[in-house]
């Protein structure tokens, strides 16, 4: 019989290490660009990776909880290593057969080696950068807006209209708000906003919430993340679904605890407000959604738990 234990498995690898028939092949030592379709009635979507930040958790990340409470929590949901906390990026592109959408962009070129793989994942899927026939930014964070531009600064889809939320674009475009911004976050925040896209001013176009910004995408209020943080219904023949950008963060801390504020939030109370009513409708109407920050390939449905909400994800799958 055979001894399930570790001494036998470990037994069993060096035996396979010091067999003389096995071929050796270099090790990749990075990982893969990331994409994976999906259908929604005639709409193809494809999620693509930019990436995944894996960090110390900082002191503060969940306002209003004790950081050991969070770390053990993070922990018990074996997100990273001691400590730490991961965050992934991973924008969504939108074939509905006539046009080509992307939906936010990745953390563009300038970050680091973590970040910024959406051109790879992008090529890796057959797609170029001139083929995006629209740009939807969900709201003004960089990791949402950094991609629209080139390490040399020029426009990373140079065919493509970009739409921005304009209550997002108003607050972080502002100069008064600039000046008003005393905390290091948002300090931050408002110089990448000045630095990304004022050559942009008068060269892209507003959408408000209830505007459908392409036939079939529809955008929603989802504000408090940040003051015009916009999500998306999308919906093609009898299907539809959510594309919910920066509603939740790591999801088993904020989907899971929708009482738990993060740093990033803008409006902590007013996101909490917000993850609630949209968990309530998603998970009413058991439809599928799609997580910016979400472990990839980011899509899952909600189930209602008493007062709080539980991710169900969605597993590979190799048909459309
Ligand atoms: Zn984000």
Redesign the pocket.
Known sequence: MTQLSRRALLTGAAALAASPALASAPLAGKQAPGYYRYKLGDFELTQLADGAATFAMPDNFVANVPKDKALAEAARNFIAGPGQIR?P?SPVLINTGSKLVLI?TGYGPNIGPVVGHLPASLAAAGITPDQIDTVVI??L?P??INGLKTKDGGLAFPKAEIMMPENDWKFWMSDENAAKANDPVNKAYFANTRKVLSDLTGKVTMYTPGKEVVSGITAIDTAG?TPGHCSFAVASGKSSMFVQ??VT?IPAFFLSHPDWHVI?DHDANQAERTRRKFYDMVAKEKSLIVG??FPFPCLGHVEKVGKNYRLIPVGWSDML
């Open positions: 965050v990026f936010d969900s709201h964070h990791d949402h993340h950008c920066d963060n990033y910016y920050h």
